[in-house]
């Protein structure tokens, strides 16, 4: 029985990285229209880095998900 409740909370402590995915996205997006609305020119320009970003952030919180859903089942 003690197993299983720390499986758990193995799994929980695994989604903490889904917080700091989202306040990766935060401070991507929040760069982003930054930028834009300094220099309105460059938004085609910094719209690639935008989407590296966010795939590499999404990426990390994908990566916290697996892992919790594979404590969980183990």
Known sequence: MEMEVLK???????AFGMIG????????????????ARQPSMEKALSK???MGFALVEAIAILAFVLGILLMNA
């Open 8 to 14: 758990f909370i193995g799994a929980g402590l695994a």
């Open 21 to 36: 995915a989202g306040i990766g996205l935060g401070n991507v997006f929040g760069s982003y229209f930054n930028a834009v």
């Open 49 to 51: 880095y935008l989407f």
